[in-house]
């Protein structure tokens, strides 16, 4: 696959009247979430390609949206350092989380724990039980703001990012640090895992490969001229997207970090005219959203 992707815009779909930051889709599902300064949750129905309604309204600004799998929940992480747990589907308020102060920057699940966790802007993890919505615990990761979760796929470990360039890596059955270790030189803004190693990005526009148990440097790549501000892999082991501040998104090799595939305005795609600030890939879907108010599906072939 990785040699020959093709690369088409599906759609652009229009709505939003202030910058999208976060985007979130159901399992196996036609709809997509979209959030960011306009104060509202939105969906988009994709077998027309259009906006179907708004989910719901909210204070203030929408940092990360999470679909948890296997229900119709969707967790909604706030400026305001509020977590909302929303049904989707009767479009009830199931849960409302606040942390103690400060932004929330990203939520991420441990299905095999049944247990959800937010970090934020004070550099504090919270980790709530999806069975009972209860606060199961709090815990300081950093002396700053921590804007990146990712959990390894065998969901034994988790590895933050924090706002110094320091990457912290967790055990997460007892939430213990295992390692910590400086790695960018600006905040660390986007984190996966990948087979044995966490793929990094930061605002110092760099790319890092790090062996998972020790964090050592295996490669080191400019990928983009700006932030790294989001990587996804769709589930596959070889390859994986990156979207940043410089308008762009891109498809790299994981095994050397070779570039496959520049999607910008400069190669004649249609995309983004601001900074792509977050996206998802769903099988053979690409999904990128925008300071330009913009929401853009790619078909991958």
Request: net charge neutral.
């Amino acid at each position: 696959m990785q040699n020959n992707i093709e690369i088409t815009l599906e759609a652009t779909l229009a709505g939003h009247q202030n910058p999208i930051f976060t985007l979130a889709q159901p399992n196996n599902s036609q709809l997509l979430y979209t959030a960011g300064n306009d104060k509202g949750v939105v969906i988009w129905d994709l077998e027309k390609m259009a906006f179907q309604k708004l989910l719901c309204k909210v204070g203030s600004s929408v940092y990360v949206l999470k679909a948890i799998p296997n229900t119709n929940l969707l967790a909604i992480g706030m400026r305001s350092g509020q977590v909302l747990l929303l049904d989707s589907t009767d479009q009830t308020l199931v849960a409302n989380w606040k942390t103690e102060h400060g932004a929330v920057f990203s939520i991420q699940i441990l299905m095999d724990k049944q247990e959800m966790i937010a970090i934020g802007e004070e550099g504090y993890a919270y980790v709530w039980d999806l069975r009972t919505y209860q606060l199961l615990y709090r815990f300081k990761i950093a002396e700053t703001t921590v804007r990146t979760i990712a959990v390894s796929n065998d969901q034994q470990q988790l590895a933050f990012g924090d706002k110094n360039g320091v990457i912290h890596v967790y055990q997460a059955d007892d939430y213990q640090e295992r390692i910590k270790k400086q790695i960018h030189s600006m905040p660390v803004t986007s984190l996966i895992y990948m087979n044995n190693h966490i793929i990094s990005g930061g605002r110092d526009a760099q790319l890092f490969k790090l062996e998972s148990n020790n964090l050592d440097t295996i490669q080191q790549i400019t990928p983009h001229m700006f932030t790294v501000y989001s990587i996804d892999n769709g589930g596959h082991d070889d390859i994986f997207a990156t979207a940043s501040r410089d308008k762009t998104w891109k498809i790299w090799k994981e095994k050397d970090l070779t570039l496959l595939k520049n999607v910008s305005r400069d190669r004649f795609y249609d995309s983004h005219h601001l900074s792509i600030n977050a996206m998802i890939w769903n099988k053979d879907r690409i999904f990128t959203v925008s300071d330009d108010k913009l929401v853009k599906v790619w078909k991958l072939s």
